[in-house]
């Protein structure tokens, strides 16, 4: 691969490719606002041949908005789509702006690619990321239902800002929901994305959930009343020496599988 030095070029003659981030065009105002103020400092990278965007499709995007008829760039000769697919993700790695939803997505069609010819260590070197993360980002990905793929939150660079509805944190624990908890099936998973979504759930609520719903209770009672729960979680941290003594009589050390008995003790009329 060879490159030119930066010259200025329409935005509006680049090409948008594939990339590493799904919501390219999503959330510009604040990117936009940057680039007025100071404008474009880091250079868009393009694949001479094609003018196909290597890097900065979402500078691109808030250029084109703006109005803008020339910005810095900077032309690479020979650049496969295996690399350009793995610099981008690099590049959003790098500055941290990209979910492990879409680190699975790629990762997953760079593997699967027959032309590419990658291994998941050879990946793994390229992308400077160990094997462990790009199989847990390919899980992610293969195991969340398509249509709450795009809502999975994105961290953008200005200010930390995030975008997008779901934690992963969130997702983990829903997805791991089966290993922790008592079995849950694909519709009851499909419910408990949509009510993380809908209240806002946090990975403790999630928790909370799955010991009610280990516990005994229905998962729709579960999530209905699983605040009522959470105050006495609250509450059981300072009742010290109650705690202390159920744990004695209970003979068990694991504080967390104290909740259902002394929930079931405290607030009988909400157990199913």
């Not at 009742?239 to 002394?262: A, F, G, H, S």
Request: overall charge positive; hydrophobic content about 40%.
């Amino acid at each position: 691969m060879e490159q030119e030095n930066i010259i200025f070029v329409n935005p509006n003659t680049l090409v948008v490719g594939e990339n590493s981030r799904w919501r390219v065009n999503d959330n510009l105002q604040e990117l936009m606002e940057g680039i007025k103020q100071v404008g474009v400092i880091q250079p868009v990278t393009v694949r001479k041949e094609d003018n196909m965007i290597i890097c900065g499709n979402r500078r691109v995007a808030a250029c084109i908005k703006l109005g803008l008829t020339q910005i810095p760039v900077r032309y690479m000769f020979g650049v496969s789509n295996k690399d350009l697919l793995l610099m981008n993700l690099q590049e959003n790695l790098q500055r941290k702006e990209i979910s492990s939803i879409e680190v699975g997505r790629l990762c997953d069609r760079m593997l699967k690619e027959s032309s590419f010819n990658l291994t998941m260590g050879e990946l793994s070197t390229y992308l400077g990321i160990s094997e462990h993360r790009i199989k847990v980002c390919l899980e992610i990905f293969k195991r969340l239902p398509p249509k709450f793929r795009d809502k999975v939150k994105n961290i953008h660079q200005q200010g930390n800002k995030k975008f997008g509805d779901l934690p992963e944190s969130v997702i983990f624990a829903i997805l791991n929901f089966n290993r922790t908890f008592r079995k849950l099936e694909d519709e009851g998973i499909t419910s408990l994305i949509e009510e993380s979504i809908k209240n806002k759930l946090t990975q403790d609520d999630v928790r909370l959930i799955g010991l009610l719903y280990t516990s005994g209770m229905s998962l729709r009672q579960a999530i209905k009343d699983f605040q009522t729960y959470r105050v006495t979680r609250c509450e059981l941290v300072v009742l010290k020496t109650e705690l202390e003594d159920v744990m004695k009589k209970e003979k068990t050390r694991v504080i967390k599988e104290l909740y259902p008995k002394i929930i079931r003790q405290k607030y009988p009329n909400l157990i199913i």
